[in-house]
């Protein structure tokens, strides 16, 4: 998913599960050039059994590298 800065820079970021044979791992990817590439580990209650969601517009309440640390709101 693209995100854009006010300033006018361009992040990629995209979350995808990884498989090595034996586990399997939430990953989240950031690249602002598709050469270089930034791939963190997901963790926590969020993004078990792929509970997690990338949104195009900007949150007071969260920034895309804050599904690691986000807490379930109940309604």
Do not use: H, W
Not at 22 to 38: G, N
Not at 53 to 72: V, Y
């Amino acid at each position: 998913m693209l995100f854009q800065q006010e300033d006018g820079t361009r992040t990629y970021y995209a979350t995808y599960t990884a498989y090595d044979g034996k586990m399997i791992l939430p990953q989240f990817l950031e690249t602002s050039d598709f050469l270089r590439f930034k791939f963190i580990t997901l963790n926590g209650p969020a993004v078990e059994n792929k509970g997690m969601a990338l949104f195009p517009a900007k949150s007071r309440a969260f920034t895309p590298c804050s599904a690691a640390r986000t807490r379930r709101i109940s309604t």
